[in-house]
């Protein structure tokens, strides 16, 4: 069982509408990533998180806007994504930025 | 530009032998490695990692061994069982950028019994 919850795991979305992908964990980690993954490649980082501020942006298009309202919890906001943002969108977490990450199950995002 | 590289899509392996999976990277501020599996359907579940401090680490059938001067790594599986089958990724850290995992392209793991 992986103690990074990402939910949903599946989205299938039109691209103008507005969708969430959440993630969660209670390990008391302070740093929280976001991943994308396509098939066949390996996850690329999108976003990093250190103590709820938003530390690394690997220069990613504003249709999605990471949120981290506390320390177990967080968002990755979408509106007008394109039909190539179709991927595994994958959660991570880690006590500090210094440690071995922990992944979620991803969610496996459409776009109509 | 390629910064961390695994050359062999795929082995296969026989059950009960060792299996060895391969990782060079280019960055030299790399400081920090890590191997991570994936089943499909399931994000990656860390494996191990080292420290450029070191040249080995063991936990159980899993040894990474590094060799800095040649910016390579390599994980040991002994012995290999069939619920090892699996994609094996390296990533290595460090930097100014602590906290990014640079991860190679992965090698397709096939145990045999």
Same mark, same amino acid.
């Given at each position: 069982d992986t103690e990074v919850t990402q939910t949903p795991k599946h989205l299938v979305m039109g691209m103008t509408n507005k969708k969430s992908l959440k993630c969660e964990q209670?390990?008391?980690?302070?740093a929280m990533y976001w991943y994308k993954q396509k098939a066949k490649k390996p996850p690329e980082l999108m976003f990093v998180y250190s103590y709820e501020k938003l530390s690394i942006n690997e220069s990613v298009p504003s249709r999605f806007s990471p949120e981290c309202p506390n320390s177990s919890l967080l968002n990755l906001h979408l509106h007008a994504?394109?039909?190539?943002?179709s991927a595994l969108y994958l959660c991570a977490s880690s006590q500090t930025q210094w440690g071995p990450q922990h992944f979620g199950d991803g969610t496996r995002l459409s776009i109509l | 530009d390629q910064q961390v590289k695994q050359n062999s899509p795929s082995l296969s392996v026989q059950e009960g032998r060792i299996s060895i999976l391969n990782c060079d990277y280019t960055? !030299?501020?790399?400081d920090y490695f890590l191997w991570y599996k994936k089943y499909p359907a399931e994000g990656p579940t860390f494996l191990i990692s080292i420290s450029s401090i070191k040249d080995k680490n063991e936990d159980g059938r899993f040894t990474v061994f590094l060799n800095k001067s040649a910016k390579h790594l390599s994980l040991h599986i002994? @012995? !290999?069982? @069939?619920?090892? !089958?699996a994609v094996y990724f390296c990533a290595g850290a460090g930097g100014t950028s602590y906290g990014k995992l640079t991860f190679g392209q992965g090698t397709i793991l096939t145990v045999h019994p």
């Open positions: 209670h390990m008391g980690h302070r994504l394109q039909p190539e943002d | 960055n !030299s501020m790399f002994v @012995p !290999s069982q @069939p619920g090892d !089958s």
